[in-house]
């Protein structure tokens, strides 16, 4: 006869698989959250705000300014980069290159946070960070032109979304060497968590990727035992 196991134990063995699963893919989790957060805040913007207006939250220092942007973070077109160099391109084929060049980062930080999921830095935290917002701009590149058809002011489609921005920050602005320059522009969310990840690889890169590299070769801190030292130098002579 086969013997029941106790529904208490059952219960157990489920939480531990659960507490697990969010264990192991934590980092995930977290660019999940970017994701969601970064989402619902858009779409609070999109349905309660009308394009362009403004709502001061302190001052004229932080407000909430609903645009919509065809590029990338921080309002950046791909278009105005490559014309800055003399390269002329279409908005559609800037448009579906921002997107492309997107898609591939993305894979490429999901397999450098897989990767790097055990080290014991911030380096997935980081890389979680940019996951993240990278995902959440291009949710709004591809499918908001679709998901908000009826409502948009503009002439959308799949891959013809605009990226919903609203926070500005107002650090400085001002002329430099002739030009007017806004020090941080409108931004969102996913934009905010990209600058977080990148600038804190930037400056912390050295420890980041020395620790990390120490982490992933299990033989850079290992003490030298009296065998190994034997093995490499050979057994010393008697004289």
């Keep these: 006869m086969v013997k029941s196991r106790p529904h208490a134990e059952i219960e157990m063995e489920e939480k531990s698989g659960i507490a697990l699963v969010f264990s192991r893919?934590?980092?995930f989790w977290l660019a999940f959250g970017v994701v969601l957060l970064d989402q619902l805040v858009k779409l609070a913007v999109k349905f309660t705000m009308r394009p362009y207006e403004e709502v001061k939250l302190l001052g004229d220092f932080f407000r909430v300014n609903f645009i919509e942007n065809k590029g990338?973070?921080?309002g950046l077109?791909?278009?105005d980069i490559f014309q800055k160099i003399g390269v002329s391109l279409t908005e559609d084929r800037a448009k579906m290159a921002l997107t492309m060049f997107s898609v591939i980062a993305i894979i490429v930080i999901v397999y450098l946070l897989q990767r790097s999921q055990q080290a014991k830095t911030r380096l997935p935290v980081f890389?979680?960070?940019i996951l993240g917002g990278a995902i959440g701009n291009i949710i709004d590149r591809i499918f908001y032109g679709v998901w908000f058809a009826g409502i948009n002011d503009y002439e959308g489609g799949l891959f013809h979304g605009r990226v919903v921005d609203m926070f500005y920050i107002d650090a400085y602005h001002g002329e430099v060497f002739g030009m007017q320059v806004d020090l941080l522009p409108?931004?969102?969310i996913a934009d905010g968590a990209i600058?977080?990840?990148i600038i804190a690889i930037i400056i912390f890169q050295r420890r980041l990727f020395r620790q990390y590299q120490a982490e992933d070769d299990p033989n850079a801190t290992k003490p030298k035992?009296?065998?190994n030292q034997v093995a490499e130098n050979g057994p010393e002579l008697s004289e």
């Design 186 to 188: 409108v931004f969102n």
């Design 225 to 227: 035992t009296e065998e």
């Design 195 to 197: 600058a977080t990840g």
């Design 72 to 74: 990338a973070a921080f």
């Design 25 to 27: 893919y934590r980092y």
């Design 77 to 79: 077109t791909i278009a």
């Design 127 to 129: 890389l979680a960070l």
